[in-house]
């Protein structure tokens, strides 16, 4: 009995180990859409990044004077 809750714990440790490995996470960078400078809706915005080489897009509210909504396209590499 002492041997399984041994292993049990083994593999416990180990998934949490992998879980909470620093950097597994992946990096997103986002950047203002070159294309895309209509009115800011979500799925023109995404579309425009798609052509751009962009993996998604979405529209932020850039708090300027006045505040304006602009696309961001996103990406998995920086």
């Known amino acids: 009995m002492g041997v399984l809750k041994v292993r049990s714990l083994l ?3 180990f998934i949490m180990l992998i879980l909470l490995v620093p950097g597994s996470d992946a990096k997103t960078c986002k ?20 052509k751009e080489g962009f993996v998604d897009g979405k529209c932020e509210m850039l708090w300027a004077r006045p505040v304006i909504l602009r696309c961001f396209c996103i990406s998995n590499s920086c």
């Open 11 to 13: 593999c416990l440790l």
């Open 31 to 50: 950047e203002a859409s070159e294309r895309y400078t209509k009115d800011c809706s979500d799925y023109p915005c995404v579309s425009a990044c798609h």
